[in-house]
């Protein structure tokens, strides 16, 4: 069974445009959650996605932004980049919201912003 | 103060040690309790869970918690080098009819041959 998907694996950008990520989780996984992985911060929560419907999103400004389609892909975007965005974003499934203890995480995509 | 509390290490110690992993945390409505471990360039890996307090064993990994004292731990016995990575305290409270992960910092554990 393909684990969680995320494309591009790397990225580079200049400050004052925006990116989009996309995850592709494991097949028959509903929930969609997406992360920022900081070396200051750690692992930080963005949102949680069932449905197509976001059901949580944690405290980043709202330039930070995402879906879900109905095949329960998911993008996330990011508009007006700063230097501080840079980081290492991770997208994880579970096969419902709030299976916490079943969480699987893709490798993610390093965005770097110059 | 951070809600989850965790020494970025590194952690090095000889093959064949015990090793011991910490966090410690402030919300008491914290409910799950659980273990990653990230290699360099990965995600990270789900290692173990918990419900509430109490001890949960799965070969040559422990996981604690007690509540009482809002502290967890992970224990590995006879590490390896390949054990050699970065290990996430992660725990969750429900919020919007769902769990979300509040995450340590991560502790760096080197095991030398």
């Known amino acids: 069974k393909a684990g969680v998907t995320q494309t591009p694996r790397y990225l580079i950008k200049t400050r004052g445009q925006q990116v989009t990520l996309s995850c592709s989780p494991i097949?028959?996984?509903?929930?969609v959650s997406w992360y920022q992985q900081t070396p200051g911060q750690g692992l930080q929560f963005l949102f949680e996605?069932?449905?197509?419907?976001?059901?949580n999103k944690g405290n980043f400004p709202g330039r930070f932004s995402g879906r879900q389609f109905s095949n329960s892909r998911s993008e996330m975007n990011v508009s007006t980049l700063e230097l501080g965005d840079s980081a290492l974003y991770l997208c994880?499934?579970?096969?419902?919201?709030?299976?916490?203890?079943?969480?699987?995480f893709g490798s993610g995509t390093q965005l770097s912003v110059l | 103060q951070k809600e989850v509390e965790q020494d970025p290490g590194p952690l090095s110690v000889p093959e064949g040690a015990i090793v011991s992993l910490n966090c410690t945390y402030s919300?008491?409505?914290?409910?799950?309790f659980m273990w990653y471990r990230q290699y360099s360039r990965k995600g990270p890996e789900l290692l173990m869970y918990?419900?509430?307090?109490g001890n949960k064993e799965d070969g040559r990994f422990t996981a604690q918690v007690d509540k009482s004292s809002k502290y967890i731990s992970l224990f590995i016995r006879d590490s390896q080098p390949s054990d050699s990575a970065t290990y996430l305290c992660?725990?969750?409270?429900?919020?919007?009819?769902?769990?979300?992960?509040?995450f340590g910092r991560g502790t760096s554990l080197i095991v030398h041959p």
């Open positions: 994880a499934s579970s096969l419902d919201p709030g299976m916490v203890e079943k969480l699987f």
């Open positions: 097949s028959g996984h509903r929930s």
């Open positions: 996605y069932f449905s197509e419907t976001q059901r």
């Open positions: 919300n008491s409505a914290f409910q799950y």
């Open positions: 918990t419900y509430s307090s």
């Open positions: 992660a725990m969750s409270r429900a919020s919007g009819g769902s769990y979300i992960p509040t």
